[in-house]
């Protein structure tokens, strides 16, 4: 039986590639990690308690994994995951591990079992391959790690070696978490970040009280287009003093507007005391995002912009489970035309960052990178979500690169729930661009030390700088 | 002068990968074919009859031939190809063959070069270049071969080793070539697929002269949408009588619809009755699709969707020569949206299987691996038509592995007409997908073991399970 | 420190391969340059005075290189691009230069880096890398050599070996420089392009003021349809007898349309005499795209369709520095409907050439190839503006190859306006085309004398041929 991890997966076949490849990660592999943008838990870091169980851990939670068991026949139910109506669900996770594990076959290819094959390896000493006949052998060997103080979410952490980690909350969120992390004492860093689209959505649920929320929360009038907008203002300025350094966007279309100010008060009244029309509620969320641009030219947050996800495309599972079910699906996404408006407006602010992501990867080469090579205040991010991924990464560097460079991007996410795949995500990020870099050496593009410090940026200093981290 | 067919052709250049892609290869090249979705002519299979000539077996009826020649100035007429009006076309096959050996050339990196190239070595024992120097050479081989009693299609079809072949026929269809190749005691698994276009989309040539027979032939009432789907009920039972395990669908779109009954039934009444508009056409289909979903819920159908095309794009050549002349154009094909009202009704049922095929290759990534990745319903055609080819089926594996992993998908398809490009069809896919196993292998990403088994699945256990087989 | 230029540069990196791609390319590199279409200057060719300075040679004229560094934060006046209210700018070519040189890290793994690279080594004699510490060694050593006879634009011309050279002019152009260029008695060949852009789109500066001046310019009535169209034909024939063998036609989209002469007549007298709307400035020059392949039909002059840039993205770099200022941006465009009035009507057109480019790679595979690969009178021009670059030529043959072969391309463009780059565009175009093809060898889909064959055919023979040069 081999290892479970190479320690040259990833990189190139040819061996002088494979060589320089080698050589540009033996340099970097050790950087500290730095997570500008993710969905870790931030009660993980302020409670500090240990993960229950194998399942818990890594099944339950992860939409990358539910989703593929669910596409081949197994019921989410089977999986734990938790029914709206409290129907009862397997409640074993044991048995929910064994269900896993002897599906591990349909992930071969796919990043997810990547990340785990690193995690399991690494964290836990596995060396044989996950199947069936391994499933108690790793279960029981992950139980017993867990519950040892090695194994709490702070020491690993600091196994991590993460410098800092992003996690990402709604203006409505109290924060408590970040208060109590650092009433706590503990050096970890860990900041939010602002991501306000339970207020600026019109069609999120609860819009309307959340309104109502978010102005007894300010001390703002939200029922105005100036108290509203002053409410983000001081909302903004709670998250910065809990280290925000960044807000993020969700919105199905890339559309941005820049509305007069009475017709943004009307659309925001209409929005407001509803009924509203999708066209209304499009509009009122592209003048959001124009407004948050006028903000970070204020208040210096980055602006992230994450569009093109259709949710929850399957209204049964919706009805049964709820969000993020793995039942978003990407949409074809336009950026020319609908970033226009706030580029007309703030482009041209050197003083701005506005990082774009994209799960449309026809926009890398014909929209993204010219937008990116052009105007001082876009960055492009890495590839996101379904394209977190080894191909997806090549695919973004050979079609981006040339146009935009390297130096309008900003480095990885890791955009995760999963804690433990943390480490795996940024190994893979760092093994692909150093296997790139070794291709541009290799046919002489660049020569080798240009090479070195290329992923010296792209790990590390390009992070922090694009995030101001 | 080179052999014309190489051993290690199509494996990927690095020596350690083109190892690990002979191995995979060498377990799995001998498997049988199972080909179940082409379009051969059954009439091969019942009657037996020998290909008159070199031109009449590959030049006349490839439209990939074809169109290649017509592109580059060379008239249709000039080709044997008959037209519509009667008026004299070239009738020496032998001059046919020179004109086509003669612009050999134009196919160079082409799939239909390769295809050739390996009937021309294995069928024929040729193993210098088709060129004019070398086009009688050719001619005389191929019809001495072609006369003796070993290139008679049945026997083609034992060496071919084939272990089944779906042929595709219409409802009006007496599929009375199947019925010979039962009476004639020959082993030779041949069997049909449900193609219900002529009876289905309002715009098909003869449309509602379709519907009337349909009725006479089914002894439904085609007059009623009841009796109108029932005619379909019918006819599907008739076809799987006949081995029928799938259902064909080639739509413009790939729209769907989910009317309620009684617009279901106005609809119907409109198309049939006429006249209709496009809209009121394109509704049809999509509600036809959904409809085909119920049923197949109920027979057991395997349902295969092929959207995208824009039939008879260059009107002149349609008017002089007909349908299917190289005059079929791809366009931009959404699936999100599209599909919704079907999967809305059926997308969660693991016991239906919709196998969906693109002519945009934008759409493997961002839309068909995330929806094949998620609805227990769907699962991935391969890459067809334009995109069966060695750069396709590349770009194929590398979009839409890493979301919908291997097991979303179905193995290879050679959709043909041509029969003796069907091993080398075949031989293509399996050795485009040896060498991208072999790559995984030699990145690490996945054992060799794994990529044996992956590469036995692909070529076998996958087509016959996804079509029931 | 290694030299700028490594002999194997952009070849692939397995062994076997490169030693393939070296053969070929071997015996195609000093091919002379055949450059059919570009926006080189005339004056210089008319005029052959000295280039002034390194920055002015470099840096001012090249919209790639001053996009990437405006895109960084730096000012376009800080380059030397001149604004449109005369407000001064740095003068300073030393200083321009120097800011450059210390941000040419920006350009790894651009294009921009290889061409320029090129042409340090080989016109200057460079072999250390240009950077802040070595800007004064470049500017003094290229400076210097810019003062010798040698460097002049006619001693460059044939040390660069171009066989022939196409600028492009606007129909309103007089070509003095042309008719300086034939009077001087200097032999290298340049010739003209019929650009009519000017006086075809009606969103054109100046449009209908530049159609009264077409009409003095050649005698006919340019206030009647039939009059402007005579204008064309006669314009046409100014141009040809100046060596113009095709037109350029630079649209919004591929749109083309067939109007009865009545609706043209009308729709000709509303764009005349204004106002017009958006639908009816695309209807117009829809409609003379068809009017101009007719009248390639009557000339010979080979058609040039460049369509799906949206100009001047940017309106305060627009209002502040004019047009071409980097902030043209690609977006989606559409070929199969839009192309089908003009198709209709000459698609089957053996003795027409229409060569068609795209800013949008997803109409390679699933647009462009299928069409070309048709069609009789079409060609698929070489990679364009952001996709000239060595990533954007491999996507290209990747998607195109396989369905419309090589024989319905027509061989690499320059397009620049950057003259010292010509040599190294060309170079690079021939470098990737060689790797390509010993791909094609290494895996055995064609023989090392059929890649021998193709690598002439693309870096000479076809664009002679296409282009009628």
Chains 1, 2, 3 share one sequence.
């Not at 290892?3 to 040819?14: C, K, S, T």
């Not at 989703?67 to 074993?92: F, N, T, W």
């Not at 069609?203 to 109502?212: A, I, W």
């Amino acid at each position: 039986m081999t290892a479970l991890i190479h320690p040259d997966r990833l990189f190139p076949a040819d061996p002088d590639t494979r060589a320089v490849a080698r050589r540009l990660y033996a340099a970097i592999k050790d950087l500290p990690i730095v997570s500008p943008h993710g969905h870790t838990d931030p009660r993980w870091y302020a409670e500090n308690r240990p993960f229950s169980d194998p399942s818990s851990m890594f099944v339950v939670p992860d939409h990358y994994i539910f989703r593929m068991l669910y596409s081949q026949g197994i019921a989410l139910e089977d999986l734990g995951i938790r029914r709206k109506d409290g129907a009862p669900v397997e409640s074993d996770p044991r048995a929910i591990w064994r269900r896993f594990a002897s599906h591990y076959h349909l992930f071969r290819g796919t990043p997810t079992r990547s990340w785990l094959d690193h995690a399991f390896a690494t964290l836990f000493d596995l060396d044989v391959r996950l199947s069936s006949t391994t499933a108690d052998l790793y279960y029981d060997r992950i139980a017993e790690r867990l519950a040892t103080p090695a194994y709490l979410p702070r020491a690993l952490f600091e196994r991590f070696n993460i410098e800092v980690i992003a996690t990402t909350e709604s203006p409505l969120d109290p924060l408590a978490s970040h208060e109590a992390i650092r009433k706590s004492g503990w050096t970890g860093r860990v900041v939010t970040a602002y991501r306000p689209d339970p207020v600026v959505d019109p069609d999120f649920e609860g819009f309307r009280d959340n309104l109502v929320a978010f102005g007894t929360l300010t001390g703002s009038d939200t029922t105005t287009w100036e108290g509203y907008l002053d409410a983000h203002m001081k909302r903004r300025a709670f998250f910065k003093s809990y280290g925000a350094t960044s807000s993020d966007h969700g919105h199905p279309t890339a559309a941005t507007a820049d509305l007069a100010r009475g017709d943004a008060e009307a659309l925001y009244e209409k929005v407001r005391s509803g009924p509203v029309s999708a066209a209304e509620a499009e509009l009122f969320r592209a003048q959001m995002l124009t407004e948050m641009a006028r903000m970070s030219l204020e208040d210096g947050l980055v602006m992230q912009i994450h569009p093109g996800s259709m949710r929850n495309h399957n209204p049964h599972l919706f009805a049964q489970f709820g969000r993020d079910m793995g039942a978003d699906i990407p949409t074809g996404t336009e950026y020319v035309r609908a970033l226009k408006p706030l580029l007309d407006r703030f482009g041209n602010e050197p003083g701005l960052t506005i990082i774009l992501f994209t799960l449309d990867e026809t926009a890398y080469s014909r929209e993204l990178a010219p937008l990116a090579g052009h105007y001082p205040a876009l960055r492009l991010g890495p590839p996101w979500w379904f394209f977190d991924s080894v191909e997806g990464m090549k695919r973004f560097r050979e079609q981006a690169m040339e146009t935009a460079g390297f130096y309008n991007t900003v480095g990885f996410n890791d955009d995760t729930r999963a804690f433990p795949s943390i480490p795996a995500r940024h190994d893979v990020a760092r093994r692909v661009d150093c296997g790139m870099l070794a291709g541009l050496v290799t046919d002489h593009r660049i020569g080798e030390d240009e090479a070195a410090e290329l992923a010296h940026d792209l790990t590390y200093r390009l992070v922090k700088q694009a995030y101001k981290l």
